[in-house]
């Protein structure tokens, strides 16, 4: 069985954390710590935690079922405070998937292992006035 790739959490306390990497030459943050940073150092990538909250640089929602996880679906990609892009599931219920821009916070993992995002409650409000027309 091959290894999960999904990226690892860390709970401290009441926040969930990402487990990853930045390089000490260039900087880039990472969701795994690789023997050889993309700039060609080796051994350079320190690990660290990244998190919880992040702006969302991209959402999409999914309308067809897929299994184990029921329609709609809302993925984004987000960008760690300080950290990677990284996708996630967000909860949006019956509201709004988030905008580019929006903020939201790591909340764990679903039943399935993948990383599941809350949006920032203030966003939320914010957005409920808007509409797909």
Not at 76 to 81: N, V
Not at 99 to 119: F, M, R, Y
Not at 124 to 130: K, P
């Amino acid at each position: 069985m091959p290894a999960d790739p999904r990226p690892n959490l860390v709970e401290e306390g009441d926040r969930f954390l990402l487990l990853g990497g930045r390089c000490s030459s260039c900087g880039l943050a990472s969701v795994y710590v690789p023997p050889i940073c993309s700039c060609g150092e080796v051994n350079s990538v320190m690990s660290c935690r990244f998190g919880p909250a992040g702006t969302v640089f991209s959402s999409t929602v999914l309308k067809i079922p897929v299994p184990g996880r029921p329609p709609p679906t809302c993925l984004a990609y987000i960008d760690l405070d300080e950290g990677p892009r990284i996708l996630v599931h967000v909860e949006i219920g019956d509201g709004l998937p988030p905008l580019p821009g929006d903020k939201v916070s790591i909340s764990g993992k679903n039943t399935l292992g993948d990383l599941v995002a809350l949006p920032d409650k203030a966003q939320v409000s914010d957005n409920e006035g808007m509409s797909d027309d």
